[in-house]
C-alpha cells in the first residue's frame, strides 16, 4: 500500500501535469489571423454565412448570390457585413431588388453606398428591405404596412393583381430555407427622418 503522502505526491503530480498538456493544447489551438504572401494580416470571414451546406434547402443569402440577377445586392449585403443577419433561422421575408433596380438610382448612387465610410447607410437601406415573416405575395395583399428590419415601416400597396411593397412591384418570389425571397423591381430607400 501507498503511504497517505506518496499518494498526495502522485495525485498532485498528475494533477499538474494535466494542466501542463492543457496549456499546451490551448497554445496550440488558438486562432490567429491568417496572413498573405505579402505578410500582411488578411481578416478571415467568421460565422453562419461563411458555412458550406450543400445539403440543405438554401437560406435567402444563398439564393441572392447564386442568382446573376442580383450580383449588386450581393456585393451591397458583403459591403454592409450583413451576411451572418441573412442567414439567422428566420423566418425572414426579403425584398430582392434587381441589378436593374439599382442600376436605375442615380449615377454614382451605388458607388458611393459602396465606400466603407457610408457601411452605416448601406446597412441601413438593405435592413429596409428585410422583415420578419415568410408570406407569400397572396397574403401580403392583407398587409397595409409591414415592420422592417431597421425599425421602420414600409407601405404594402395592391394595384390590380400587383403587390407593391415601398413602390417596388414584386416580380417573383422564391422560398428559401429560413423564409422567402421576393423579386421586386426598385430599391426601396427608407424615409429620411
Do not use: W
Amino acid at each position: 500500500m501507498f503511504p497517505i503522502t506518496n499518494l498526495k505526491a502522485f495525485i498532485l503530480s498528475f494533477l499538474m501535469l494535466g494542466a501542463m498538456f492543457s496549456c499546451k493544447n490551448e497554445a496550440n489551438t488558438a486562432t490567429s489571423p491568417t496572413q498573405d504572401k505579402a505578410g500582411t494580416e488578411e481578416i478571415e470571414k467568421q460565422g453562419q454565412a461563411f458555412i458550406d451546406d450543400d445539403g440543405s434547402t438554401p437560406n435567402v443569402l444563398q439564393i441572392a448570390i447564386g442568382s446573376p440577377d442580383h450580383t449588386t445586392l450581393v456585393a451591397a449585403v458583403q459591403a454592409a457585413e450583413l451576411e451572418n443577419a441573412l442567414v439567422n433561422a428566420g423566418p425572414l421575408m426579403v425584398f430582392a431588388p434587381t441589378n436593374e433596380a439599382f442600376a436605375a438610382l442615380p449615377e454614382g448612387t451605388v458607388e458611393d453606398l459602396l465606400k466603407p465610410e457610408n457601411k452605416a447607410a448601406l446597412a441601413n437601406i438593405l435592413k429596409y428591405h428585410v422583415t420578419a415573416g415568410n408570406y407569400s405575395k397572396e397574403f401580403l395583399m392583407k398587409f397595409k404596412k409591414l415592420g422592417q428590419a431597421n425599425d421602420q415601416n414600409v407601405a404594402v400597396e395592391v394595384v390590380r393583381e400587383d403587390v407593391l411593397v415601398g413602390g417596388a412591384k414584386i416580380l417573383a418570389s422564391v422560398p428559401a430555407g429560413n423564409g422567402i425571397v421576393h423579386v421586386v423591381d426598385k430599391v426601396m430607400l427608407p424615409p429620411t427622418e
